[in-house]
């Protein structure tokens, strides 16, 4: 995968609106509107000259008003950034030229044949991974000492990455973090404004919509390899917060209301 730049319009809203985490890096630099991001089970609001940096394999999800402007980079993995997240809120007005600078200089190599295009946004992101360092370096970034609440969050964010393919529920995860399900309900609550459940089956709707896309897949093979029982269980779940059936769904029909499963 090579580094890449798009307009934050141009991102799907369900692929960033659930719950799920990627591959890739993630930065979204938003220079006009306002937008709310969960990431590690916390969630923040976003404004104007807004840098979100969320690294490969955490759990997030992005919800950007309509009258927002801004751009988003994908980097790979091993591309040399932070390892932790941050929201930088950037006041200074040459930060915030620097990174657009780097931003828009990525979109013009992705537009022009030249070659050792890929070197050059490989480049790029790494300056864009140098001005993150710095921004951070100056105390841009929010957040203080991680308390005991969200350290769980934290926690049940890395366990549900990597087991929201299986059957388990609340009271699994919660037992394997070594608290009450009540107890991990009502973190959840608190620092997302979900619930631990809702969490749990936003991760899977997220990656049901991902796979729905590839026609070769059945949907019998998906709902088995999400830890659906039976494919008319995942047919309900899927309908139950799209409106729409699984084969609607992967023939692009949009679902009547926003995708999500908040609460």
Known sequence: MTARVSSLGRLPEWDYRLLHDRRDHTLIWLTRGQGRAIVDGLR??????????????????????????????????????????????????????????????????????????????????????????????AAAADGGRETAALHLMRLFCDALGAGFRSDRGVAAYAAALGVSATHLTRSARASCGMTAAAMIAERKLHEARRQLAAPELSVKRIAEGLGFHSAPYFTRFIRSHTGLSPTELRRGNRPPVRPGVRG
Do not use: C, K
């Open 44 to 137: 923040s609001g976003l404004g104007a000259h807004n840098a979100l940096f969320i690294p490969a394999g955490r759990l997030f999800s992005l919800d950007i008003g309509a009258q927002a402007l801004g751009l988003a980079l994908h980097a790979p993995a091993d591309t040399p950034f932070p390892d932790r997240p941050l929201h930088l809120r950037i006041r200074d007005g040459f930060a915030q030229a620097e990174l657009t600078a780097h931003l828009d200089a990525m979109q013009r190599e992705q537009t022009q044949a030249r070659a050792m295009v890929d070197d050059a946004l490989e480049a790029h992101a790494r300056l864009v991974a140098v001005w993150l360092y710095r921004q951070h370096a």
